[in-house]
């Protein structure tokens, strides 16, 4: 082969594996003179390759000297934005691939850019170091969303021109709708559907997600990444919420799990409402853990005795209305060894708060 023949062959081969070529516009960083890029889509999108290829190619310019990311459990950042299929080790080029160590939460690469990982459920972890640039990935369901965001501004210091990109299904927290304001100033918010990634998703799941979900309003945010308002009709609204919680419920003198259950376990069915639940010594309530979803009587059995049992919770209570002694006899199939008088004592509650369906 002539020496230009092989010139062109190289440079074919670093184009059919050059992100630049592979992605689509919307999944490149935007032009301007920006802070933040928002990328606010539907699962399958193809968010974490965007973000670990954003990361890589300001590492490998050396624009990038000090990396901070940030998911919402440690698990996570390992196991999506560092080791995932689209993860950084993953996409890495092999002449500058980074040296992971996974107990010091770091990479390192070969040009001595260094990245850690944190985890949105220790805030905290984010005093101290400083930062030229930051990844934040599924910002919308971070433990401590305003305090880890809090921390990772005051760390994001470090450069001419320190920037963040946070990848991320929308849901309606009060930081997401802040950021959102602040598009066409200092943010580039890039929105984008599950279907814009057809391409390189299985067609079973595709077909099988919009046969579910199409149209439904949980089908708009998690595939469409719509930012949903409150339920119409809801009894409390999220700025209700937001207001009051609280970081740790105090000690409590009483804990109990609430089922549910849904009438009917097919494709169509409601879900099984379980909650944890506790007072204090104040009367004031706190709602501990919400492992609500579609089950079939085991598993939701199973999932309620689990939590009875993680939350330390005095008994378990289920709606009188709604099969009262059918989730007694359930629990007791599953966990016979559950003493009656405390994980089977159900109490029964009326549906005497707004309008049931």
């Known amino acids: 082969m002539q020496p230009n023949a092989q010139m062109f062959g190289k440079l074919a081969d670093a184009?059919?594996?050059?992100?630049?070529?592979?992605?689509?516009?919307?999944?490149?960083?935007?032009?301007?003179?920006?802070?933040?890029?928002?990328?606010?889509?539907?699962?399958?999108?193809?968010?974490t390759r965007t973000g670990a290829e954003w990361v890589k190619e300001q590492v490998e310019a050396g624009t990038a000297k000090r990396i901070a990311l940030i998911a919402p459990t440690s698990a996570d950042a390992r196991d999506t934005m560092v080791e995932g299929e689209s993860g950084i080790l993953s996409i890495s080029s092999t002449w500058c691939r980074p040296d992971y160590e996974p107990s010091k939460r770091r990479l390192?690469?070969?040009?001595?850019?260094?990245?850690?990982?944190?985890?949105?459920?220790?805030?905290?972890?984010?005093?101290?170091?400083?930062?030229?640039?930051?990844?934040?990935?599924?910002?919308?369901?971070?433990?401590?969303?305003?305090?880890?965001?809090?921390?990772?501004?005051?760390?994001?210091?470090?450069?001419?021109?320190p920037r963040w990109l946070?990848?991320?299904?929308?849901?309606?927290?009060?930081?997401?709708?802040?950021?959102?304001?602040?598009?066409?100033?200092?943010?580039?918010v890039t929105r984008g559907s599950t279907f814009e990634?057809?391409?390189?998703?299985?067609?079973?799941?595709?077909?099988?997600?919009?046969?579910?979900?199409?149209?439904?309003?949980?089908?708009?945010?998690?595939?469409?990444?719509?930012?949903?308002?409150?339920?119409?009709?809801?009894?409390?609204?999220?700025?209700?919420?937001?207001?009051?919680?609280?970081?740790?419920?105090?000690?409590?003198?009483?804990?109990?799990?609430a089922i549910d259950p849904?009438?009917?376990?097919?494709?169509?069915?409601?879900?099984?409402?379980?909650?944890?639940a506790g007072i204090d010594h104040n009367e004031h309530g706190y709602l501990l853990e919400d492992c609500s979803g579609r089950y079939a009587p085991h598993e939701w059995a199973a999932k309620a005795t689990a939590a009875y049992r993680r939350c330390s919770a005095d008994r378990i209570i289920a709606e009188k209305n709604q099969g009262g002694d059918m989730v007694e006899n359930t629990l007791r199939m599953i966990d016979r060894s559950i003493p009656c008088h405390s994980a089977c004592n159900i109490d029964p509650v009326s549906r005497g708060i707004g309008v049931q369906n």
């Open 197 to 257: 990634n057809e391409a390189n998703l299985a067609a079973p799941f595709l077909t099988a997600i919009r046969k579910r979900y199409e149209g439904t309003r949980l089908g708009r945010q998690e595939l469409n990444a719509e930012l949903l308002s409150d339920t119409p009709g809801a009894l409390w609204q999220l700025d209700q919420l937001d207001k009051c919680r609280v970081k740790r419920a105090p000690e409590l003198k009483r804990i109990v799990v």
């Open 262 to 276: 849904a009438v009917s376990n097919n494709e169509g069915s409601d879900e099984t409402g379980i909650i944890v």
């Open 108 to 161: 390192t690469w070969p040009n001595g850019a260094v990245a850690s990982t944190f985890s949105s459920e220790e805030a905290d972890r984010l005093r101290g170091p400083q930062f030229d640039l930051a990844w934040a990935d599924e910002l919308a369901v971070w433990n401590e969303p305003q305090a880890t965001w809090d921390m990772l501004m005051f760390g994001l210091r470090l450069g001419k021109h």
């Open 15 to 47: 184009l059919s594996t050059s992100w630049r070529v592979l992605a689509r516009p919307s999944q490149l960083p935007p032009d301007g003179d920006w802070n933040g890029w928002l990328v606010m889509a539907g699962r399958g999108f193809g968010k």
């Open 166 to 188: 946070a990848t991320t299904t929308p849901k309606p927290i009060k930081l997401l709708k802040e950021l959102l304001t602040r598009e066409g100033k200092d943010v580039v």
